[in-house]
């Protein structure tokens, strides 16, 4: 979900009777969007209520008994017959036991109480989140800054119409190619994150993302109860390094000098902290997709690069063509969402970096290379042999072919 989308998708479930759960990474905006929520209800003249379970006696209250939340609003009760309760509560992974809080609120007030509220890494990890909550809550998940909101948040709205305009026309020329190829490049090298995009210079980008990844990585870690934390960030350094390759659990278990198990359960949490995802191959069987190894991509290019504390420019880097494929990841998850996307390898090593579903048999497949002139044709055959109705794309970043798409048009 993104910005520009996801305060209209909020104020659409108003009216659902389920509860709103807007979860994400630390810092991404989960608490600025719903305060923007809040606004919005408040001029709809209805009755809404802001709650962070950050503080320590909203904390208390709840923990000795969910409806102990009435203490800080309005009573269901007082409400006039038609008219529902709003409560957003920012953090709610704080309470001992979020999943069974939610439930009762919404077993109890359905149709008279609404719940809009946040969460981060401990609520979503919660084995009982899934089970206990079904039917009773939609899922919101929000994304670091695409680059359309990158432009949007430094001031080049200009900008985004320029790149609509290459996104429907591939042969538009624009005269701000330079200035968006610049903007791009810093986009890829810092990422996502709100404050960090704001960030005035590249000292303070630097110093905000190596924050991010000191407290708020250990913050996730310490939740989720690593009790090695230093094992846990050298997990995600070695990922860092790997971007785009085979997840090997067996290797990283030799590698970090921790059993298989512990890999598994690290390599899960930082999926749930939304740190990285870990992409499924394509097969004609469902049973070989879930035990071939995934790949490994980052949510964000920026914490990536500050795992590998390298925040170099992109023609002097030893991998930039896995931060272009990095980036390329996260942009077909917006276009197409992230269940759609798999990847497709053979034995023999030949492969196609991301292969979209779009319907039973049919979608579409692209490769990624830095420059084009990389592509070989002959690489691909086996592919569009099997898969006819998934045809093939190329995507670089120094376009010289015909029919390759530039990254930036995308």
Do not use: C
Request: glycine residues 4%; without cysteine; aromatic residues 12%.
């Amino acid at each position: 979900m993104t910005r520009f989308e996801g305060l209209e998708i909020l104020k659409n479930h108003l009216s659902a009777p389920q509860h709103s759960i807007i979860i994400g990474a630390r810092q991404v905006g989960k608490t600025t969007m719903v305060k923007q929520l809040v606004d919005h209800i408040r001029q709809q003249q209805k009755s809404v209520f802001f709650l962070t379970l950050e503080d320590p006696t909203i904390l208390k209250a709840i923990n000795e008994h969910p409806e102990n939340i009435f203490n800080f609003t309005q009573l269901p009760s007082s409400l006039q017959k038609k008219e529902k309760l709003y409560i957003v509560i920012d953090e709610v992974q704080y309470a001992a036991n979020p999943t069974n809080f939610l439930k009762l609120l919404y077993d109890k007030y359905a149709g008279k109480v609404k719940i809009i509220a946040t969460g981060s890494s401990a609520f979503y990890i919660d084995k009982n989140f899934k089970d206990s909550l079904a039917g009773r809550k939609q899922v919101f998940e929000l994304y670091t800054l695409n680059f359309e909101e990158f432009l949007h948040f430094k001031k080049q709205d200009n900008l985004i119409n320029e790149l609509k305009e290459m996104h429907k026309r591939k042969k538009y020329q624009s005269l701000h190619i330079q200035k968006m190829n610049t903007l791009f490049e810093e986009y890829v090298i810092y990422g996502g994150y709100p404050a960090v995009v704001l960030a005035s210079n590249e000292t303070n980008k630097k110093i905000l993302l190596k924050e991010l990844v000191n407290s708020y990585m250990k913050k996730d870690a310490l939740e989720a109860g690593i009790k090695d934390s230093m094992k846990f960030f050298q997990l995600a350094m070695l990922l860092a390094a790997q971007t785009g390759s085979l997840v090997n659990q067996h290797e990283l278990s030799n590698t970090l000098g921790l059993s298989v198990g512990a890999i598994d359960n690290y390599l899960y949490i930082l999926q749930k902290t939304f740190i990285v995802h870990l992409l499924s191959p394509k097969f004609g069987s469902l049973r070989k997709e879930l035990t071939k190894m995934p790949k490994v991509y980052f949510n964000d290019t920026g914490l990536r690069n500050t795992l590998l504390n390298n925040f170099s420019r992109m023609n002097d880097r030893m991998d930039k063509g896995e931060l272009l494929e990095n980036y390329v990841y996260t942009r077909l998850r917006k276009l197409y969402g992230s269940d759609a996307l798999r990847y497709w390898r053979t034995a023999d090593g030949n492969e196609v970096d991301f292969v979209v579903e779009q319907t039973i048999n049919k979608g579409k497949a692209f490769e990624v290379k830095y420059n084009d002139i990389q592509y070989k044709p002959s690489k691909y055959k086996k592919f569009l042999a099997i898969y006819a109705t998934y045809p093939l794309s190329v995507i670089s970043k120094e376009k010289s072919k015909a029919g390759t798409i530039d990254v930036i048009r995308l």
